[in-house]
């Protein structure tokens, strides 16, 4: 089969413009921040900064997830589709390049947005307890292993899946990933588990979860599998895709939309009925916080977007198929994960800045408009580069026949 290649395409050309453009607009935006912020405007920046980079990271990396659980189960329904979770993951070789303005800000230590780099965590009796783990330069090692494995998945996984567009009679790239794709997963499953643990969990150190790795996980897969849906029906109707991606690949996406956003809220309920039922000071202080002075206006919300609205629009079987039902659960979809990011991160900032009452505004989207950029430019490059779908994987053909 001849290589899809859309790289030229007003698609494309379009998905790169709005991306300079949101990147503007977010570095613009960051910098009034900080310039309005006052006393804490470094501590808004921070955290405005961390909610845009943890949002992209998480779902570039949950991008090589997806591919690599498609050759972890010979998956053939998606064979056509896989390429685009693939061309998303352009974010990853410059993660640690984005890293380092949170690990300067660790060195600020009146300004730092995590309070066990603080002075004050020496006489800290919890923070003393963890320093062995809770420390700038076990912190920054940990960063750079995650951004090496991630580095190390893209090259096998992503690269293997590359290197299969040169042949269609050789599938010895497609065994390799068959046979490796296992011990991919797992990295992705500990890396994204203590990346979680460090870059958001930290923020509160007086306080822990055993789920939360989970959490932050089911979060960014049901994120990552919204952007490819809406990427999946952009190209098919713009004609790129009309060959291989079907309503069938509508429907299994839609399933898993579905199946993932009741599986976020099966976690998030857990998390919080476990510490509830438990009632112990030392975890509690997360959901009490969090459940006054307006923040439980989050929570509900979260409850609405996160899972209701999904859960009823998916539902049915027929909606499945349908692009408009489609698209509004994806973007509501996207749209609470932001929401969630925002209720893990702001309240904990609230609580460094000691600030009243909520600290939300127009702030909170400079951050993920600038990273959202990087990521659609970086995207759009890959687009110019690759096939648009993986024509020579030897399952491609149960993607063209495939029906549910």
């Not at 750079?144 to 290197?163: C, D, E, H, T």
């Amino acid at each position: 089969m001849s290589h899809v290649n859309i790289g030229s395409s007003p698609f494309i050309a379009k998905l790169q413009r709005n991306g300079f453009i949101l990147t503007a607009l977010g570095a613009l935006g960051m910098a009034a921040v900080y310039f309005t912020g006052g006393e804490h405007g470094l501590e808004r920046l921070m955290a405005d900064y961390l909610i845009g980079f943890w949002l992209i990271t998480g779902i570039s990396v949950t991008m090589m997830f997806f591919s690599a659980l498609q050759y972890l189960a010979r998956a053939g329904w998606s064979s056509s589709i896989r390429r685009i979770a693939e061309n998303f993951t352009g974010f990853v070789p410059f993660i640690l390049v984005a890293a380092i303005p949170i690990i300067l800000n660790m060195f600020s230590h009146h300004h730092s947005i995590y309070e066990w780099t603080h002075e004050s965590a020496a006489t800290d009796p919890i923070i003393m307890k963890k320093a062995a783990y809770l420390n700038e330069t076990f912190f920054i090692v940990r960063l750079a292993i995650y951004g090496l494995l991630w580095f190390g998945m893209l090259r096998f996984v992503v690269g293997n899946s590359l290197k299969q567009d040169a042949s269609a009679d050789d599938i010895t790239p497609t065994r390799r990933n068959w046979k490796r794709a296992a011990p991919w997963v797992l990295v992705y499953a500990l890396t994204i588990t203590f990346c979680s643990f460090d870059l958001l969990m930290s923020l509160e150190p007086h306080w822990f979860s055993t789920i939360w790795g989970v959490y932050a996980f089911a979060g960014n897969f049901v994120s990552a599998l919204a952007i490819i849906t809406l990427m999946t029906i952009a190209l098919r109707k713009s004609g790129h895709l009309a060959k291989y991606v079907t309503d069938e690949h509508y429907h299994d996406l839609g399933k898993l939309m579905f199946a993932f956003s009741v599986f976020w809220a099966y976690i998030a309920f857990s998390q919080y009925f476990i510490i509830w039922y438990a009632n112990l000071p030392e975890e509690t202080i997360y959901f009490t916080f969090r459940t006054a002075n307006g923040w439980q206006w989050f929570g509900i919300v979260l409850v609405l977007l996160h899972f209701i609205m999904p859960f009823a629009l998916l539902l049915r079987q027929d909606v499945k198929r349908k692009i408009t039902m489609l698209k509004t659960a994806a973007y509501v979809i996207l749209l609470s994960h932001f929401i969630d990011v925002i209720w893990i991160v702001m309240p904990a900032i609230s609580k460094v800045i000691k600030h009243d009452g909520i600290l939300f505004g127009w702030q909170e989207f400079t951050g993920v408009m600038f990273f959202a950029g990087v990521f659609c430019i970086l995207t759009a490059r890959n687009y110019m580069k690759r096939s648009a779908v993986a024509v020579n994987d030897p399952l491609v053909h149960e993607a063209l026949e495939y029906t549910s």
